[in-house]
C-alpha cells in the first residue's frame, strides 16, 4: 500500500516538473497572434522582388547547376513548408480572413511556377505575376469594403 502512494506521488510529481516544461496556452495564442503578419511581410518582399525584377531588360537570376539545390531549398522553405505551417495555425486559432490572404497568393506563386516549368522567376511571368497582385488587391479591397459596411471593428471576425 505504502509502495503504491509512493508510486502515485512520484509520477505526479514528473508531471508535474513535465507541465512546468510547456509554454502556457495563452502564450502560444499570443506568439501565433505576432507571427501572423509574416505571411503579409513575405507578400510585400515579393511584391518589392518582383517590381526589381520586371525592372531590368535583363533577366537577373541565371541558371546554374551548381546552384539548384539551394534554390529548391529556399522555394521549398517559402512557398510550400512555410504555408503548409501556417494554415495550420491559421485554422486552429480562427484567423480572419485577411490573415488567410497571402496564403492564397503563395498558393497563386505556386501555380504561376508549375505553369511555367521554372522555380525561379522569368521576364514570361510578368502578366500572371501582375494578374495575380491585381487579384489580391482586389480581395483585399473587397475585405475593406465589406467591413466598412458591415460596421465591424478592425480586429472582429464574422461568427456565423
Not at 502556457?24 to 509574416?38: G, M, N, V
Not at 537577373?60 to 512555410?82: G, K
Amino acid at each position: 500500500m505504502k509502495k503504491d502512494e509512493d508510486e502515485d506521488l512520484r509520477v505526479k510529481k514528473l508531471i508535474g516538473e513535465i507541465t512546468k516544461l510547456l509554454p502556457e496556452r495563452s502564450k502560444i495564442k499570443t506568439d501565433l497572434f505576432y507571427f501572423k503578419y509574416a505571411p503579409i511581410l513575405v507578400m510585400l518582399f515579393r511584391w518589392y522582388g518582383i517590381s526589381q525584377f520586371y525592372d531590368n531588360k535583363m533577366e537577373i537570376t541565371l541558371w546554374y547547376e551548381e546552384n539548384e539545390e539551394p534554390i529548391w531549398f529556399f522555394y521549398f522553405i517559402t512557398y510550400i513548408l512555410y504555408p503548409i505551417s501556417l494554415w495550420k495555425g491559421q485554422v486552429l486559432h480562427r484567423l480572419c480572413v485577411e490573415w488567410r490572404i497571402p496564403i492564397l497568393y503563395i498558393a497563386g506563386v505556386n501555380v504561376i511556377h508549375v505553369m511555367y516549368d521554372s522555380i525561379v522567376i522569368t521576364n514570361q511571368m510578368y502578366y500572371c505575376d501582375m494578374f495575380l497582385i491585381t487579384l489580391i488587391l482586389i480581395i483585399y479591397a473587397y475585405v475593406v469594403i465589406s467591413k466598412l459596411q458591415h460596421h465591424r471593428s478592425w480586429t472582429s471576425c464574422s461568427r456565423r
